[in-house]
């Protein structure tokens, strides 16, 4: 590695697969004078290393992280020695150009594995394959604690194998049964059976070693409910003084009255020592729960498998409660090896633990023989690329084009050689796919061919990689789009969710005919044709979806409080944050759409829009949220004592401002700074000419840009 090979590192967690890329960075760095990008699959794990290199400041490396913005060029990014960024982001990086990315010299691909996933691996695949074009002597370091076929990842990465089982902490796995554990190795470990319930004999029996349980269930519901139940068992193992500082860090997450049920609920279990963790939770509030367990402050978590490909959250004992995952169509399914391995292979706290234990329940002779033998005796699948999927290969094919890495066919099939679809599939199933992609992007006019057959994108094509959004759904905004005649928020929204890039929420058979209603009452504002999809008895279960998620979304916008939405749609805060990110880039979107396309009438109501998801506010607010440190609360709360524009704050003094409940002193003083005042010396609030001037012609642009009607 310190020679400038790729390496791909396939050895246990907390072995010190992040220690060999942090010594290739600085080498990197300190001797060739290069940039080193830290890749990641998640947002959580971004953090969790931006914080973790940044002890390098004291060198004189500074450390960057960009999560999201994918229509900017990352100009703040070229100052930094170290970028850590999600995969998403590098993609989008890539394909603005920016000037500094000719500067890296090593990339480091933390979780190379999710080459496997459905939903990540092609962008990974195809980031790695465009880079290696990009700079052909960049050194590639590749890390991963299961990868099964490891020396084909090598092969395409053209890198050094160093596979390893050794870990700092021992992992044994095994199968409870019969209050007893039976290891692999044929060792065997007696649980006392003095609770009625298996799964709370093995939480206590850890308890008693001071050490720390981590629970895998299958389903949201299964984390709060088993969490719920192991409360009374955990309680008495808390301390005095631990459960002082819970209480400080739960009382952040309860909020207040209208904070959702489910916030409440955690806040309450976290006191006891207990959490759930799921991806409904916010981000706040997953963090709150992370950093109490690191600190021993939490004794067990039960949550889904997310956490598992998540931050590095390591407990003494791992417990595999649910084997089987629910699937559309397919009903209780066995999860794959892989991630059993993956969920396995956080137990042992290094400098905690002298061992670590991995235990699957089973309740009958069949159930420990199949447990034993298909799980804990068996070697995890082997890694798959998951790039022949057609919309993969034009979401990709179309952003290489617009970023002129590609521009004829030849200079395409080159690029996808760099690819480990390539090197495990024959060359006319990709070549199939290609021609594929080409014929939906040429046929949706985003690419264009010269009179030599050269490909370019067109202005839509172009602006679509740009916007990091699917070609479906750039061609799906021009469409629609055209023929609008009445703006409805509503509709809006629905295209919004009609797209391939908005994540839904799922609409039950119980919630179809309260759906239907809808609908019928609605029908007037829909901007998509929608009796088709009515019609459609495969489609009709992914449109009731759509509608749903448009509706929690248009409640959001009507001001519904966030425990009535959490309540009323069954879905985590957190959820509700990630429809309202991706709708709120998805409205950016359509205005860039209908701006490239001729239809800048309407810019200003998709713009209005946009700010109203965004802050989750009624049109009447769209001044007040348009200051810093104003948003939903605090912005309702001004307007209901009479401040409802920038004029009436502008005119307000500083102490009548100050008085409005949610608001105090420090805000006042920053709204009336941002409105053109300033302190002066004998403490008088003044106006400063020339800010002023400045503030009230921004504060114009923006009341003029809400003028007309609709916003």
Not at 468 to 483: K, N
Not at 543 to 570: C, G, H, P
């Amino acid at each position: 590695m310190l020679d400038g090979k790729n390496l791909v590192l396939a050895v246990p967690t907390s072995s010190g697969k992040t220690l060999v890329s942090e010594i290739c960075m600085l080498k990197a760095i300190l001797e060739r004078k290069v940039k080193a990008v830290y890749l990641v699959p998640l947002k959580s794990l971004a953090r969790e290393k931006y914080d973790e290199f940044r002890k390098y400041e004291k060198l004189g490396i500074l450390t960057a992280m960009s999560v999201g913005d994918y229509d900017s060029p990352g100009a703040k990014l070229s100052d930094a020695d170290i970028l850590v960024l999600t995969t998403e982001r590098a993609d989008s990086l890539i394909c603005h150009k920016p000037e500094w990315i000719d500067d890296i010299g090593v990339v480091v691909v933390d979780e190379v594995h999710l080459v496997n996933d459905p939903s990540r691996g092609p962008t990974l695949e195809m980031v790695i394959a465009k880079i290696t074009q990009m700079l052909p002597n960049i050194q590639l370091i590749a890390l991963s604690a299961t990868i099964p076929n490891a020396e084909d990842i090598a092969a395409w990465l053209k890198a050094e194998l160093v596979r390893s089982s050794w870990r700092p902490v021992p992992l044994s796995e095994g199968v409870l049964f019969e209050s007893k554990i039976r290891f692999s190795n044929g060792s065997s470990r007696p649980i006392r059976h003095a609770r009625g319930e298996e799964l709370a004999d093995l939480v206590c029996d850890t308890l008693d070693e001071n050490g720390q349980v981590l629970v895998f269930v299958s389903s949201r519901r299964s984390a709060v409910s088993v969490a719920n139940r192991t409360v009374p068992i955990v309680r008495p193992y808390i301390s005095r003084s631990s459960m002082e500082t819970i209480s400080q860090a739960s009382g952040r997450i309860a909020g207040g009255p209208s904070a959702p049920e489910a916030s409440k609920v955690l806040a309450k279990m976290m006191q006891a020592g207990v959490a759930f963790h799921h991806a409904g939770l916010t981000g706040p509030e997953r963090t709150t729960v992370e950093d109490c367990f690191k600190g021993n402050l939490l004794k067990v978590i039960v949550a889904t498998p997310t956490l598992a490909a998540g931050i590095n959250l390591p407990a003494r004992r791992v417990v595999i409660r649910d084997y089987r995952r629910y699937e559309e169509e397919r009903g209780n399914q066995p999860i794959p090896v892989l991630e059993y391995k993956q969920m396995a292979g956080r137990a042992g706290r290094p400098k905690y633990d002298q061992y670590g234990e991995a235990v699957l329940v089973a309740r009958t002779e069949e159930e420990y023989d199949f447990l034993m033998d298909h799980y804990v005796s068996s070697e995890p699948e082997e890694i798959r690329s998951k790039l022949a999927s057609e919309s993969a290969i034009r979401f990709h094919l179309l952003s290489s084009i617009a970023g002129e890495m590609t521009h004829n066919r030849e200079e395409i099939d080159r690029l996808m050689d760099g690819t480990f679809f390539s090197y495990q599939f024959n060359r006319w199933e990709i070549d199939h796919y290609i021609s594929s992609a080409l014929d939906f992007l040429e046929e949706g006019r985003l690419v264009g061919r010269s009179k030599n057959d050269e490909l370019y994108a067109t202005g839509l094509g172009e602006r679509a990689a740009k916007l990091y959004i699917d070609p479906e759904t750039a061609i799906l905004f021009r469409d629609a789009l055209s023929e609008v005649e009445a703006f409805h928020p509503l509709g809006m929204l629905h295209l919004i969710c009609s797209t391939p890039d908005q994540p839904l929420t799922h609409a039950s058979q119980a919630e179809t005919e309260d759906c239907e209603v809808f609908i019928g009452d609605h029908e007037g504002e829909f901007i998509v044709d929608i009796s088709e999809q009515m019609d459609d008895y495969e489609e009709y279960p992914r449109f009731l979806a759509q509608v749903k998620t448009a509706r929690m979304l248009n409640d959001w916008i009507s001001e519904r409080t966030e425990r009535s939405i959490t309540e009323d749609y069954d879905v985590g805060m957190g959820d509700v944050h990630r429809y309202i990110e991706a709708a709120d880039w998805l409205i950016h979107a359509a205005s860039e759409v209908a701006r490239v396309t001729g239809r800048s009438q309407l810019i200003p109501s998709l713009h209005a829009l946009q700010v109203r998801v965004k802050n989750g506010v009624l049109p009447e607010l769209l001044e007040l949220v348009g200051l810093r440190g104003v948003g939903r609360v605090r912005g309702r709360m001004l307007f209901n004592h009479g401040l409802r524009t920038l004029s009436d704050l502008y005119r307000a003094p500083v102490e009548e401002i100050a008085r409005v409940p949610a608001i105090g002193l420090t805000i006042a003083e920053s709204i009336k700074h941002q409105l053109g005042f300033e302190t002066s010396d004998a403490g008088d609030k003044v106006p400063a000419t020339s800010e002023r001037d400045d503030q009230s012609a921004s504060a114009q642009t923006l009341l003029e840009e809400f003028e007309d009607e609709d916003s």
